[in-house]
């Protein structure tokens, strides 16, 4: 039970990290190749979102992956002293 909740908080992350591609994908696209203002901002706007979630979804991945990490760490030194 203890191992579940890092590969859920990794699971999590990676799942931000595809709906961010996917959000980018959608909303962003590809750039315009001689856009108006407006459409450069839109852009913008819409890539930049993508980013956060992206990263939002990579440093909840690395927290996951840390904290199965020193949980395996703690199981495995209390074995040890028994």
Known sequence: MKLLKP????????????????YDIVFAGIPYQDPTPEMTA?????SRI???IEWAGL?????GCLAGIIGLV?????????
């Open 7 to 22: 590969i859920l908080i990794i699971v999590t992350g990676l799942g931000l990290i595809f709906l961010g591609f996917v």
């Open 42 to 46: 839109s852009y913008v706007f819409h």
């Open 50 to 52: 993508a980013s956060v």
């Open 59 to 63: 440093v909840i991945f690395l927290f």
């Open 74 to 82: 703690a199981r495995r030194r209390g074995s040890w002293k028994s």
